[in-house]
């Protein structure tokens, strides 16, 4: 599958600097951290479905518990 070229870094923290910078401006601090909380759970979710992201030991991290292999 060909998938189009990604945006460079810079591009992308710009991108995610101006929704945050406006989630603030529009919606004071509770939209800010929203709209930060959404970015962190849609990266989170695009990394698992990369596969960069494995769900099970994410999820192991998340709750404490540890694997015996």
Not at 27 to 51: C, E, S, T
């Amino acid at each position: 599958m060909n998938y189009p070229t990604p945006l460079p870094p810079v591009a992308v923290s710009l991108i995610v600097a101006i929704a945050l910078a406006w989630s603030a401006l529009e919606h004071g601090i509770g939209g800010f951290v929203l709209m930060a909380l959404f970015l962190l759970v849609g990266v989170l979710i695009a990394r698992m479905v990369d596969g960069r992201i494995d769900a099970r030991k994410f999820w192991e991290l998340l709750t404490g518990r540890r694997s015996s292999s």
